[in-house]
């Protein structure tokens, strides 16, 4: 580590930010219009009074946070929210821009919200018909709007030839930069052969998969996590373990073997927890090479090779703590995230006035952005 040497303070206006994990606040009567094609899931989501319950199984284990989504209780400008409340097909776009301008970010790469939870989803069709929609959706009312504004095509866990089929689709489209691929409610897990169709088309494609876990309930693993009592105590748990499962099953399954041209991004699990996770996949890599005949190195050479992690949430780690944490990980598999418009967003700015008493300039300008950008195909 060394302290940035520049000629001038280093600030957010002075170099690329590119948020790897922005967000949409997408609403299931936005996609609603795009579901010509399942009109049976059209009504069906219509007649549904709450089709987070009853359709997606979108439920936390006790009281959630009251207000996390209202736009009076946020420290955010009202105004910008109260947008979305209107019909306008550009509300959804003038929001993320007004956010990234508050911000000091150059590029956001957006994924929605409500549709995180789509593996959640128990219906096959529905989940497809959702996919489908959110995806016209983005082609419709968010692609072309504005050169900062990049997306991730959604899949879902169905019937992954669906799902390249999807990414095909999408994939011509130049602001279309990455596949997301929620793994929260994610069944069979994240390394399992059974969703290759969707890894080929993302590396036919050359799009990363963006994996982004959620704290609500689904009936993945760990089944242990629905014992938990309050949102409180699975938010601590809930994203990081998701991530940590998945990055185990994509190693020892031999997912980089499989596609040696594909990259992963995990998205809003933070950075700690990826460390010690490879120091045991290493461990018992040598201790049982026989349970991974797939591997041909240590499982922390793949990652370092082409695997990501955004920064958010950082909370309120900092200083030689923080720097800690990037340097264990190592800089160059970091991106910066903002998790913008959520309430437990991250700051650009606070981000570098962390990061500069402890790295390079080169150093804090990839993390910030240049990784991002290469990774994004944004250069």
């Known amino acids: 580590m060394a302290p940035t040497q520049s000629g001038g303070e280093l600030s957010v206006d002075s170099m690329l930010v590119v948020d790897a994990d922005a967000h949409l606040l997408e609403k299931d009567e936005d996609l609603l219009p795009y579901m010509d094609e399942y009109p049976g899931m059209k009504r069906y989501i219509e007649g549904a009074s709450d089709p987070s319950v009853q359709i997606r199984t979108q439920i936390y284990s006790g009281p959630n946070t009251v207000g996390i989504y209202d736009t009076d209780a946020r420290d955010l400008t009202s105004s ?111 390394g399992s052969k059974e969703f290759d169709p969707i890894y080929q088309a993302a590396v036919d494609n050359d799009l990363p998969i963006l994996l982004h876990p959620t704290t609500s309930l689904g009936f993945d693993y760990p089944a242990t996590y629905r014992d938990s009592h309050t949102y409180a105590e699975s938010r601590v748990v809930s994203q990081p373990w998701r991530c940590m499962w998945d990055l185990t099953t994509s190693l020892t399954r031999g997912l980089p073997e499989r596609f040696p041209d594909l990259q992963i991004v995990f998205q809003e699990a933070g950075i700690a927890w990826v460390p010690y996770t490879l120091w045991r996949l290493d461990d018992t890599y040598m201790e049982h090479p026989d349970q991974v005949p797939l591997l041909e190195q240590l499982p922390s050479e793949y990652v370092e090779d082409r695997y990501y992690f955004t920064t958010q949430p950082l909370g309120h780690t900092s200083g030689a703590n923080l720097a800690s944490a990037f340097d264990l990980l190592g800089p160059e598999s970091i ?43 944004l250069e």
């Open 335 to 377: 991106m910066f995230s903002s998790d913008l418009p959520h309430g437990a967003f991250d700051s650009a700015p606070e981000i570098l006035r962390q990061l500069t008493p402890h790295f390079d300039e080169e150093t804090i300008r990839a993390i910030m952005g240049e990784t991002a950008a290469s990774v994004f195909g």
């Open 80 to 190: 910008v929210y109260d947008k979305l409340k209107d019909d306008d097909e550009s509300a959804h776009v003038d929001t993320k821009l007004e956010e990234m301008n508050d911000f000091g970010i150059d590029v956001g790469v957006v994924t929605g919200t409500t549709m995180l939870h789509i593996n959640t989803v128990n219906y096959p069709q529905a989940a497809l018909a959702y996919a489908n929609a959110y995806n016209k959706f983005l082609r419709h009312e968010i692609l072309d709007a504005h050169e900062g504004i990049k997306a991730a095509a959604l899949v879902s866990q169905f019937e992954p030839e669906k799902g390249a089929e999807e990414i095909d689709e999408m994939g011509s489209e130049e602001d279309i930069v990455a596949v997301a691929m929620p793994n929260g409610g994610l069944r069979p897990p994240f």
